[in-house]
């Protein structure tokens, strides 16, 4: 790699956003920040700023673009504010590649709006490909753009497929931790608290992933998401239960043969092989040592207790704009858990009943999608209220 690579981050601050910012300054002859964007975190994303020195900063949040604009301006740092700004700033000359690490469905259109500038994608924002896969898909191959994943899972299937790719896939085997309640019965469920949901055995997220994760409505998600960065079929995609998170998931091919990827839970490594590839780049995170783990051990996962994943399954299987008005009622239960609105076994129960209320288009366009999603946050919203 010769020329810097300029990159824009959305969601600079958050979990993701804050580890890309780590692997960029371990190598900052090879990455550049062209663009950060935060939603309500103006401190964070200022000292950001005044680090990275990008050609430009959003904050999302309109009410504190003066105090940004003010810390920034003087430092010849652009400043927008708004969701508007958001998704047109990644259509600036100067950027490579637009890495989005924005939560949920806001990842959307400002996806949409890369793509069509002609930005590589990297991908940390899985909801995109569960919300509008077949959309996103096609617009990627349009417009010439590479997607890659930022996902440890999904960067296990990218990184075991690379000299593969004129070889059938048989199957993919997902791997997921099991969260914090793995083993645990629908009784002990029911009095989980958020604190509780939100320590994660491996791996250190933000607060709605981390929630996903408990739930298995992550790995629901993720199952929808590989379908469409692997052009794969439903019935190719498989999950099982891997405590360690050691191996972050499996390629099965048509003579047997099955390649997994290894490594110490770390996101930085996918982030970095996301903003890199084809090249590997020497890093300083601590290494794998068999000997620190002499067991690894595989588990299905369990379909009954934690309900989420078996909806996902079901809205993958019944397509049209299913997977939209899932992860729509899944984003409004998790903020109403995390706000001790609901119990944690009442999330599935809300999105279920809102699969079953919202209106069902069987081929959905761009403006589909946008109006499924707002229906589904009202059904779910509705249904909140109702009982409490």
């Known amino acids: 790699m010769t020329e ?21 300054r371990q190598h ?23 680090e990275f020195r990008p050609n430009a900063v959003v904050i999302g949040n309109e009410s504190l673009y ?72 096609q617009l990627a191959k349009e417009y010439g753009v590479n997607i890659y994943p930022v996902d440890s899972e999904h960067s296990a299937i990218f990184q075991c497929l690379v000299g593969e790719f004129h070889n059938p896939i048989e199957k993919i085997i997902l791997t997921a931790s099991g969260g914090p309640f793995r083993g645990k019965d629908r009784a002990y469920l029911e009095t989980v608290t958020k604190a509780q949901a939100l320590k994660h055995p491996n791996w250190e997220m933000g607060a709605k992933i981390t929630i996903d994760s408990a739930s298995l409505m992550n790995k629901g998600l993720e199952v929808i998401e590989a379908k469409w960065l692997f052009g794969l079929k439903n019935e190719q995609i498989d999950v099982v239960v891997h405590p360690q998170s050691i191996i972050h998931s499996l390629v099965q091919f048509e003579d047997g043969s099955i390649k997994a990827q290894l490594g110490l839970p770390d996101m930085r490594i996918p982030i970095q092989f996301a903003l890199s590839y084809p090249h590997r780049l020497k890093s300083n995170l601590e290494r794998f040592d068999f000997i620190n783990y002499p067991n690894l051990t595989f588990e299905q ?10 909806l996902a399954y079901d809205a993958l299987a019944k397509g049209g704009n299913a997977p939209c008005v899932l992860n729509a009622a899944n984003e409004i239960a998790v903020a109403a858990f995390l706000h001790e609105e609901v119990g944690f076994l009442e999330m599935s129960d809300l999105i279920g009943e809102t699969l079953e209320r919202a209106s069902f288009v069987s081929h959905p366009t761009l403006e589909d999608y946008v109006a499924s999603d707002q229906q589904a946050r009202e059904i779910t919203e509705k249904l909140i209220k109702r009982n409490v």
Not at 4 to 24: M, N, Y
Not at 76 to 83: H, R, S
Not at 301 to 310: A, E, G, R, S, Y
Request: hydrophobic content about 45%; proline content about 4%; overall charge negative.
């Open 301 to 310: 996962p369990d379909l009954k207790t934690f309900k989420n994943l078996q």
């Open 28 to 50: 900052p002859e090879t990455f550049e920040v062209e663009v950060l964007t935060a939603q309500n975190n103006s401190e964070l994303l200022i000292n950001q700023a005044l």
């Open 66 to 137: 003066p105090s940004v604009k003010e810390a920034l301006i003087p430092h010849d740092i652009k400043v927008f504010a708004g969701q508007k700004a958001l998704a047109q700033v990644v259509e600036m000359d100067g950027i490579d590649v637009v890495l989005t690490a924005l939560v949920g469905y806001s990842g959307l259109i400002p996806t949409v709006h890369a793509i069509k500038a002609g930005k590589q994608i990297a991908l940390a924002n899985k909801e995109t490909l569960v919300v509008a896969g077949e959309i996103i898909t």
């Open 4 to 24: 810097a690579k300029r990159v824009a981050i959305l969601g600079s601050t958050g979990s993701i956003g804050t580890q890309t910012l780590e692997v960029i």
